[in-house]
């Protein structure tokens, strides 16, 4: 019986082993390294401690409708200048992080680097961005891609966000309740003018949109707002099949005056 007990014992640790030395090995052959300026770190899927202190988190006081930092708190209700003059079409946006130059490094890696342990990385900061928005069980839909550009592209990091965020939250992710019906111009360098005209109507609910949220808050997912002229014209595409309650969630923000640098990023992860 003893000695049974102990070959029992044994194996357990003789079966973690492989496992263990697996993961040794891989540390040796590909050690983690700081997904900003790859200096070697303890933990995969991460910054170094140099750029994750570059990093900018939002956090509060901030505009309730926009999700914008304000520099002192004017109290819960307290809407922003830009909220104001220009009231988004949906309830509420947060962003985990300032786009400044970390962010922006990251953001066009994951867009065109293919690599998916970026999208866990902003995924994990997005989940506590959005704390607030998950409260409504809504449904997680990312900005689409349209299929050709999906295709030059591989994956729609967006979609992939959209996974990180369904995986901690237990959220339901529906990428089809919009899609994409015509291609549209690349949106870096256009004015704020131009995007919303290059985006105007292209984006399409799914002919059975309301069935499939049964009345849920929809979350569009985006890896960076601009000038949010995307994510507005997905909100419409929502509100006019039926859908009540709108919310988005982004990785990064721009904010006029926080080391924007809008002429070289893609709203919305767009496209063409
Ligand atoms: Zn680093």
Redesign the pocket.
Known sequence: MDSGAVLVKAGGVLGRLPRMVGRALLDTLYPPL?L??E?AVVDADG??A??FAKLRPITAPLCPRLGIPFQISLGPDALSAEAIADPPPFDRSRSAVLYNEVARTIVSRMKYGDRPELARFCGRLMVGAGGELWAGKPILLPVPLHPLRHIGRRYNQSLELARVIGQFTGLAVDPELVRRKKPTRQQVGLSAEARTRNVAGAFAAHPELLARTKGRPVVIVDDVITTGSTINAVTKALQKAGVGAVDVISFARVVPGHEAEIGLVADGGLPI
């Open positions: 700081c900003n300026c200096a910054l170094c140099t750029c």
